[in-house]
């Protein structure tokens, strides 16, 4: 009895103590990743609201060419439906109470914008930009807010697309389209091809191809003016107007490709018992001619952009800037707005695990693997990414099994950035087995650190088993 008491004196205790929670440290993980669940029956909701506005627009059309003002309204809507009905909408309460936050801001600000109607949501998109789309919808990517410096930044992108709402650029390029397709000059085009004998239909191909209509995509000039406009909005909500230049010289660079991704693919599946094969990266010399290079020049690169014209642009700003500070001198200096930084930080980081799924759950696997592979050059010991990546290959060596693989991966084009390109190379490179022996290789060296954790053993057990058949 005195020997236990003896043990169990503080001194003594308190070593065991240490060891046991070192042990228990050890044997809990850290929590893994849960990526968001989209809350159907908002969206569905809201997808009706909408499609209600929309029947109400199709009755008040112009009467003259109505039917050609239906015909592209009832594709603009069925573009909308569209990303409520593949569960694009990120759908947390968290997010959407953040996003409103900010737009109610502005529109307390700007009280002329109560009449507008507008609505904000984050699309789960990777893509990095946002978009104005009509009826007042303003869908805010992911894959650009993960990527801005901070929430006044943020909140100039929101103001830049009120702006497009408020001007009416999307019902204005309808009435544009409409109206050149009735012009004389269209008219005259089409008599003069029914006189042609050869390559008529060539010809009117390439006609049709300049009247494409996109209701989602802006003129230049249609930028220029909702930058001037949202800067207005943006200052008279208090934010800093420094962070909208920012913002801007942020974007001009926004698509450069930065990943050396061979060598990170080299790093990530070269094991001792499987070693990296050149050939998984050898470069298809076919159709593509090796991802055949596209030559460009600097205005052709600046139009491919997802935003074009960014220094230009930055600079209108500036000058903008100082005059609206000289007519505002002498006034007392006020804090500057801000919404929720906190909030703001913690959906950056969210943001970036659920581009990784959303790519994955439309059965883009190479954006999905690319995203992980970029993600993973930040955080190499992440659980979600470690195992993500063999979720991935596990998948492909299953559908490749069914024949069903194909669709979804990417295959190398000249207008993709050259990670991706070499990313999707490899993939593309890779026999049904490999899938399998990549995944297995690359999850074994994590044994130790990540074998706690059941969705771990749960995928190394599954390319296992994969290998074996």
């Known amino acids: 009895m005195n020997a236990l008491l003896r043990a169990c004196r503080p001194s003594r205790l308190l070593p ?7 042990v228990f440290a050890q044997q809990t993980p850290a929590p893994l990743y849960k990526p968001s669940i989209v809350d159907g029956t908002r969206t569905h909701a809201l997808m009706r609201k909408f499609e209600r506005q929309h029947d109400t627009l199709q009755k008040n059309l112009p009467t003259e060419f109505r039917k050609d003002y239906s015909e592209i309204y009832g594709q603009r ?20 109470q953040y996003i409103d936050s900010m737009l109610n801001r502005i529109i307390a600000a700007n009280p002329e914008l109560k009449r507008e109607q507008l609505h904000a949501f984050f699309s789960r998109s990777g893509t990095p930009n946002a978009t104005y789309v009509g009826q007042g919808i303003i869908f805010f990517n992911i894959g650009l807010f993960s990527r801005l410096d901070n929430e006044q ?5 929101l103001c830049h697309e009120i702006a497009h709402a408020v001007l009416k650029h999307s019902d204005k390029s309808i009435e544009k389209y409409v109206k ?4 004389s000059a269209l008219q005259s085009q089409l008599k003069e091809l029914k006189k042609v004998q050869y390559n008529r239909l060539s010809k009117l191909e390439d006609l049709s191809k300049g009247l494409a209509f996109d209701s989602r995509r802006h003129s230049r000039n249609n930028e ?3 930058d001037s406009l949202a800067l207005v909005y943006y200052r008279n909500s208090g934010f800093e107007p420094q962070a909208a230049v920012a913002g801007m010289l942020l974007l001009d660079d926004i698509d450069i490709d930065y990943i050396d991704m061979e060598k990170r693919l080299r790093t990530l599946f070269n094991a001792p018992q499987y070693p990296f094969q050149d ?8 159709l593509l ?21 960014c220094i230009d642009r930055a600079n209108k700003l500036v000058a903008f800037n100082a005059f609206a500070d000289s007519a505002e001198a002498g006034k007392p200096d006020v804090p500057y707005a801000s919404i929720h930084p906190q909030r703001f930080d913690s959906l950056k980081k969210a943001f970036r695990f659920e581009i990784i ?6 059965d883009n696997y190479t954006e999905s693997l690319y995203y992980t592979i970029a993600m993973l050059e930040e955080h190499p010991d992440d659980p979600y990414l470690i195992m993500h990546v063999a979720r991935i290959l596990n998948n492909c060596f299953y559908l490749q099994r069914l024949h069903r693989l194909g669709k979804k991966l990417r295959y190398p084009s000249p207008e993709n950035a050259e990670s991706m390109n070499t990313l999707a190379q490899f993939v593309q490179n890779l026999y049904m087995e490999e899938y399998a022996h990549i995944a297995f290789h690359y999850l074994q060296r994590y044994q130790d650190k990540l074998g706690a954790y059941p969705e771990f053993q749960s995928e190394i057990t599954k390319s296992e088993g994969f290998i074996k058949m």
Do not use: C, M
């Open 279 to 286: 050939r998984w990266l050898r470069k298809d010399a076919g």
């Open 153 to 157: 930044q943020a909140a100039f992108v």
């Open 224 to 226: 220029s003016d909702a």
């Open 77 to 96: 809507w069925k573009y909308i439906k569209s990303r409520f009905q593949k569960k694009e909408i990120y759908t947390p309460p968290v997010a959407q």
């Open 289 to 309: 001619g090796g991802h055949a290079r596209l030559r460009l020049d600097s205005t052709l690169t600046d139009s491919l952009k997802t935003h074009p014209d």
């Open 357 to 362: 799924e959303y790519s994955f759950a439309e």
């Open 180 to 183: 050149n397709l009735h012009s």
């Open 16 to 22: 065991l103590l240490l060891l046991a929670s070192s």
